[in-house]
């Protein structure tokens, strides 16, 4: 999977918790979002693992700076490495 | 094509289309919407979609008035976000146990000196319930499991106490009801099967624990037992180390439902009368079959048949309900004589007719029976609970007596038990904070005077902590943890000045700066590194550069014990002055008067600086009652 596909997956999850369009790019961060609070991000990382059939490592998502960081970081998952 | 991501989530998830239409439509029905799916929903995730849901309808403008709540969470955790979660279950209560709750938050294993220090932040907050979860990790046998049992059991008594005297002392400062959270018990197989032979293992160890704090808890504390919710949910499933490590969450996101909704449940008991009667249809909720039609021999009741066994076990369930003081009574649409027969005749029945306060068997609405059962026994409508197999009846029951529970039976008599256990209607439960104003009012005076006692239980507890520290000047080997704190801490920081790993060796290879560390343990374990200082030399003057301290030994007199070298070192360099800085962020706003409530005389105040200065020769020693294992440049 790539970046872009990762990214094209997220979209309808965040489209779902947000309630709203969140237009994702690679360079998009949790600051851009007026929504996007400790509690939701929470809700992401609950709905991408279970949506991705992944499950990622301890400090694995804290440490994504980007929306793009972030779909690197599932298809690393995915790749299962 | 991709799949969509509303095709893959849960099927609850997909469920809430409705609830959003209502929050774009600023639909009302919203509210019941919610309360409805809140009440059905079991994982983290769905919770906290519905809670978000909420907030985004009260941004919309929906609102609906509840009464507020003052709840305070303090434990061995990070306590966010299960307060989120606890808000929205007492916000979605079934009224009058619904509240609009608003929260304080104590800080991550903090709840000792939160609790022992009557000028904390808690107390200023005036909590009406605290929410205690107490840290598991104190609760470990510290000896051999091969010990003597009386000391192990000794040890166990001992925390349980510990644990309660913080209730007591909590409770007695502004009376805030009491919800004590007790221990899950661990789900891996070490230490084996010797594990059930000993206290010493973690799994017996809390266990008697649990045991104690249940069997001695003052009627103010409410165990929200997390041993029997995490049992339920399933012990490996109650526990996260991953989000542990990340965020010091005490629970899985799932078992943190389960908690949630039991603080919310309990706190909502507080406030509402429980229900006093049973309300019973016959024909096919007490026996099997129907009286009237098959007569005295043709229903199922008794050991002959699975079934009939199965609506025994319910007579005998309802019967021991009435040993904790519910009434049962019978509204049946029969013919009175017929209805009563079992019930004088059947040598199987386990409910007799001295058994029913009031027998309505009749053709009229079983609504109008209901209202006439509540009328002689002179209790309201909504302390009875009507039950019944037939969907038609609960209907008419809810729409003419809305103030009556109502419990639709399945048509599997073997679960009927356990229906109406999990309605949760009938459990006994402490009596009301009004009951409990009556009833303790001769403990008070016994009490102020505990408080009293408690001020000095601060020295007390510090001294049984068994404290100790190391000391040290800056090493090579802990740069990176120096550099990580000087980067990550932002309470308890004074200056909130960054440094990376070279700067910290830079500043180390410079003869004008010193810089210690401070480790410190107690008998319950080590806290690691948890306080950096760095000072400044220039014309007999040390300038405190850098003071910074993780927030989970505050008021344990670590700063005290930093001052005191801090002093010591600067005496060594020849300096007559200390000078402290305070440089106020967003974040520091607890250390503001840190070098005044350490006797420095401030020098200069401004918007974004605040100076204080200290005379190191005329300092005398503070007092800690930490044992100072190693001090800094001792080696020099």
């Known amino acids: 999977m790539t970046q872009s596909e990762a990214i094209a997956q997220l979209q309808p999850i965040f489209d779902e918790l947000f309630m709203e369009k969140v237009e994702l790019t690679p360079e998009l961060t949790a600051k ?50 | ?59 919309k403008g929906l609102v609906t008035e509840l009464p507020s709540l003052r709840v305070a969470l303090v434990g061995g955790y990070t306590l966010y976000p299960l307060n989120e979660l606890i808000g929205h279950f007492l916000f979605t209560a079934k009224p009058p146990g619904s509240f609009h709750a608003e929260f304080l938050l104590g ?127 399933g012990t490996l499933a109650s526990w996260d180390a991953r989000g542990w490590f990340e965020s010091k969450q005490a629970y899985s996101p799932d078992m943190s439902v389960d908690v949630a909704r039991e603080c919310a449940y309990l706190a909502a008991s507080l406030r509402v ?71 004088e005749k059947h040598p199987e029945m386990v409910l007799r007719m001295k058994d029913i306060v009031a027998f309505k068997a009749n053709w009229q609405p079983k609504s109008e029976n209901i209202r006439q ?45 356990g229906a109406l256990q999990d309605t949760r209607y009938f459990e006994p439960r402490n009596l009301t904070a009004e009951d409990l104003e009556r009833v303790d009012q001769y403990k008070r005076e016994a009490q102020r005077r505990e408080l009293l006692a408690a001020v000095t239980d601060m020295d007390a507890y510090l001294e049984s902590l068994g404290m100790e520290a190391a000391i040290r000047e800056f090493r090579t080997v802990d740069v990176p943890r120096i550099s990580q704190l000087i980067n990550k801490s932002n309470q308890f920081n004074l200056t909130t000045r960054r440094r990376t790993e070279a700067q910290v060796q830079e500043a180390m290879a410079d003869p004008v700066y010193f810089g210690f560390t401070v480790r410190l343990a107690d008998r319950f374990g080590d806290h690691g590194l948890i306080s950096i200082v760095i000072g400044k030399v220039a014309g007999g003057e040390a300038e405190v550069d850098t003071w910074l301290m993780s927030c989970r030994v505050l008021k344990r007199q670590v700063e005290e014990l930093v001052l005191n070298e801090l002093v ?69």
């Open chain 2, 568 to 636: 010591r070192l600067a005496l060594a360099r020849g300096c007559s002055r200390i000078k402290g800085v305070y440089v106020p962020s967003a974040k520091n706003g607890m250390v503001r008067n840190h070098y005044q409530a350490l006797g420095f005389t401030p020098t200069l105040t401004s918007a974004d600086r605040l100076e204080f200065e200290l005379d190191p020769r005329l300092y005398a020693e503070r007092p800690v009652r930490i044992r100072v294992a190693e001090k800094s440049y001792d080696t020099k």
């Open chain 2, 107 to 233: 800080d991550y294993d903090n709840y000792i000196s939160e609790i022992l220090d009557p000028s904390s932040k808690l107390y200023e907050f005036k909590p009406e319930v605290i929410v205690f979860l107490p840290s598991s990790r104190r609760c470990r046998y510290s000896g051999n499991l091969l010990d003597a049992r009386d000391k192990q059991e000794a040890e166990g008594r001992n925390i349980a106490t510990q644990i309660l005297d913080l209730c007591r002392v909590a409770n007695s400062r502004g009376g805030a009801e009491i919800i004590l959270a007790n221990f899950p018990l661990p789900g891996r197989f070490d230490p084996g099967p010797y594990r059930a032979r000993t206290l010493g293992s973690d799994w017996s160890f809390r266990k008697f624990v649990n045991l104690e704090l249940g069997l001695n808890a003052p009627s103010y504390v409410h165990i929200c037992d997390a041993e029997f919710l995490s049992a339920r949910r």
């Open chain 2, 273 to 343: 009368a429980p229900k006093k009667v049973a309300v019973l249809d016959l024909d096919n909720t007490l026996w099997g079959g129907v009286v009237g039609d098959d007569g005295l021999d043709g229903i199922e009741i008794g050991d002959t048949s699975p079934r009939g066994e199965s609506f025994k076990a319910f007579q005998q369930y309802l019967l021991s309900l009435t040993h904790r003081g519910i009434l049962l009574a019978v509204c049946s649409k029969n013919d009175y004589e017929k209805a009563i027969e079992p019930f």
């Open chain 1, 32 to 81: 851009d979002v007026e929504d996007w609070d400790s509690l939701l991000q929470i809700s992401i990382s609950l709905a991408v693992e279970q949506h991705f059939g992944i499950r990622f490592r301890v400090g694995e998502v804290e440490a994504t700076k980007s929306v793009g960081d972030f779909a690197d970081l599932i298809c690393r998952r995915v790749a299962g490495n």
């Open chain 2, 373 to 417: 059962i509540a009328a002689e026994l002179n209790l309201g409508l909504d302390s009875l609970v009507f039950i019944d197999d037939n969907p038609a009846e609960i209907e008419i029951v809810k729409q003419f007596v809305p103030e009556v529970e109502t419990v639709l039976l399945s048509d599997d008599p073997s679960e009927y038990v």
């Open chain 2, 1 to 59: 094509m991709l799949p969509s991501a509303a095709a893959t989530l849960a099927p609850e998830v997909r469920g809430l289309a409705a609830l959003k239409d209502a929050v774009l439509r600023r639909d009302p029905m919203f509210f019941g919407l919610l309360r409805e799916r809140t009440a059905a929903a079991h994982t983290c995730e769905e919770v906290l979609l519905l809670a978000t849901l909420r907030k985004k309808a009260e941004r």
